[in-house]
């Protein structure tokens, strides 16, 4: 059991931001929420020309839930169809979506090929049918698909078999992931085929209807690998012009094929060292672990240092990719500051810091990245842990121009209709709020679908409840 003082025993307003006070905590938070169109939340957003009619996007979530030749079931339907009764507007990539078989994190994940493509469109109408049914109208929102490739964490074929494909050794990451040997590196040949293997599955979004693909650059798969490749040879390692060469070329390649596609990026702004459970399963670094293999950290690998990230999102904006989704971290070897939560995933470790400490992190860190870059519009991520008080903080991050819209994550498996909620004024409905459980990554670690077991009902009636439980 943690530590820290459990969210939902704040029993006001003030004792929360007292809390926050003492603990360092420096983001806003509103008491009173405002409601309708014109509210801080509710008013409409240009991203680089396009409307998107509020301040809530839907991150990324998948359910190891597709067919093993990377179609949706009607688990993955189910999902998308919550993400569009959910209100937000922005719908953020919906759920990795590996652009070959190599890259899939797991042998249920979607998978973009000629052959899925249908079916892929298919999700993206289930989701705007239903985000018309309840709101009347489709033309504000945006919905997207996240590209991505797994890299080191790759699970193509068996859920309990990692076939790593990486970017270079990481002593404090190679046992985890099964990188015995350098065979795991990816050539730079490989490298290129794969550039070419996204921009074909983004000109299959575009065909599917989707208004812009995410290249994945964050959470330890091969993008964001990529920008830590400090010590490797050949076009795509060691200077900061060879690191970003994969994403420059995507994106060139992509103008070249699919001229109206939008594109973001997904970033983790910033990294620590890889944690393991140390005493009393309290986390803490993996002894040894190189800091000069983290990206956005400081030389002792547990500090922020923004310097390279900012200047990637400078490249990014001179080469017309004006939306950036930030988050942090990996869930692999840094849950705590990639997704602050108060129980941890069976793989993981306790909280070694206060889990609204993790949120302020990435609050701030998107804040100050937003200052230096205010031609590009910021989507932010890990909010849940704010449960009862999300609404207040997101109204006065907005306002403060920290960000432009906010990303919701778990909280959206558990309480789908929490922004639709927030912009109508209706009261939050705690028995639905998040509370961190976890078990939406705990099942998925030990070979089960995602879901929130424990809050929706849907979920809560399955034997892999009982499952989770039990692991627990
Ligand atoms: C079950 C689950 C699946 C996820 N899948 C993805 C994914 O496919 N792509 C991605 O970029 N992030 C993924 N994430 C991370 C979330 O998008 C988000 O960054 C994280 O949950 C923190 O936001 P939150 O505090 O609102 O939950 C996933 C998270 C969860 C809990
Ligand atoms: S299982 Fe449900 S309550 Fe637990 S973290 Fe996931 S979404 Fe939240």
């Not at 052959?115 to 049918?129: F, P, Q």
């Not at 650059?217 to 964001?224: D, I």
């Amino acid at each position: 059991m943690s530590a820290y003082p459990r969210v939902a025993s704040f029993k006001s307003h003030q004792q929360f931001t007292d809390h926050l006070k003492e603990l360092g905590a420096d983001f806003p938070s509103d008491a009173e929420v405002e409601s309708g169109a014109d509210s801080p939340l509710g008013q409409s957003l240009d991203v680089d020309g396009v409307t998107v009619g509020n301040r809530f996007c839907i991150l990324p979530m998948e359910g190891w839930d597709g067919t093993t030749d990377g179609k949706p079931t009607d688990l993955t339907r189910r999902r998308w169809r919550n993400f569009g009764i959910s209100g937000a507007k922005w719908m953020w990539g919906g759920e990795a979506v590996s652009v070959r078989h190599d890259g899939r994190a797991n042998p249920n994940q979607l998978l973009m090929t000629e052959s899925n493509l249908s079916s892929i469109e298919g999700l993206r109408h289930e989701l705007e049918n239903a985000h018309q049914e309840r709101f009347g109208r489709t033309d504000d929102l945006y919905v997207g698909l996240q590209l991505t490739h797994s890299g080191r964490w790759a699970k193509p074929n068996e859920k309990t078999k990692s076939e790593p494909r990486t970017v270079q050794r990481n002593p404090a990451l190679d046992p985890r992931g099964n990188v015995t040997d350098d065979s795991a590196i990816m050539s730079d040949d490989d490298l290129r085929r794969l550039i070419d293997d996204f921009i074909a599955a983004a000109v299959r979004a575009e065909r599917a209807g989707f208004k812009f693909v995410d290249v994945k650059h964050c959470h330890g798969y091969l993008g964001h690998e990529l920008l830590s490749g400090v010590d490797r040879d050949g076009d795509f390692g060691g200077s900061f012009e060879n690191r970003t060469r994969f994403v420059r070329e995507i994106v060139a390649g992509i103008n070249a094929e699919a001229p109206s596609l939008k594109i973001g990026v997904r970033l983790s702004i910033y990294d620590f060292m890889p944690h393991h459970p140390g005493e009393d399963r309290i986390g803490e670094p993996v002894p040894g672990a190189d800091p000069r293999l983290v990206w956005g950290a400081d030389p002792s690998g547990m500090g922020i240092d923004l310097d390279e990230p900012s200047k990637f999102l400078t490249l990014l904006e001179s080469i017309g990719v004006k939306m950036v989704c930030t988050t942090a971290g990996s869930p692999y070897s840094t849950p705590h500051i990639q997704r602050p939560a108060y129980f941890p995933p069976s793989d993981g470790y306790l909280p070694p810091e206060d889990p609204l400490v993790g949120v302020a992190r990435q609050l701030r860190a998107t804040a100050d990245l937003k200052r230096s870059h205010p031609g590009m519009t910021f989507v932010g991520s890990g909010y849940t842990y704010l449960q009862d008080w999300l609404p207040g903080v997101a109204q006065a991050v907005v306002r403060a121009g920290w960000v432009d819209s906010i990303g919701l994550g778990r909280m959206v498996l558990s309480y789908p209709e929490l922004p639709a909620d927030v912009i109508a004024g209706v009261k939050q409905q705690r028995k639905k709020v998040c509370r961190t459980f976890s078990e939406c990554t705990t099942a998925p670690r030990n070979g089960m679908i995602s879901g929130c077991f424990p809050l929706d009902p849907f979920y809560k009636a399955m034997p892999e409840r009982e499952m989770v439980k039990a692991i627990k």
